[in-house]
């Protein structure tokens, strides 16, 4: 299978970065995980992102915070999927990041999730890798369907309390 990369502007973003991992584990799907920042590393940010596909990987995830330009920088020199995850890391509440990952100019597409969104980027890439592979995609409708008849037990036990 396609491994997952998942890059981060700074250590401080790991929270949000955890909740992707944790994701990506309880589906089974291979990640790896590194810290390289649009600004302070940019050389190595961009050798990661150019020799992704090369190196295995199907789907990249960038996480970053501020003037938050990993995942458009990352976008910019692949052609793999790239998924941005706004993070909250100032005095905006992650509004700077947000609007930074998402207005990508034409041509150069990044799929942004929510701020702090990093369950869900990691089910994006799932979703992305599933194309083609059907055991992936079983695995997905299993968790749609347990996300389901959770949402269905706690609304036969929410008048119980009312
Ligand atoms: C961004 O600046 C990082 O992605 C992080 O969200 C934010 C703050 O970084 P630190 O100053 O905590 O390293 O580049």
Redesign the pocket.
Known sequence: MKKVGII??????LPVIKKATDMLSSLDIPYEVHIY?A?RTPVEARDFAANARHNGFGVLIA????A?H?AGAIAANTTLPVIGIP?K?SVLDGLDALLSTVMMPTGIPVATVAIGGGANAALLAAQILAVEDSDLAARLDAKRAADAAAVLEKDAKVMENL
Not at 8 to 13: K, P, R, V
Not at 63 to 66: E, S
């Open positions: 981060m502007g700074s250590d401080s973003d920042s600004h996480a970053a915070g501020m938050a990993l993070c890391s």
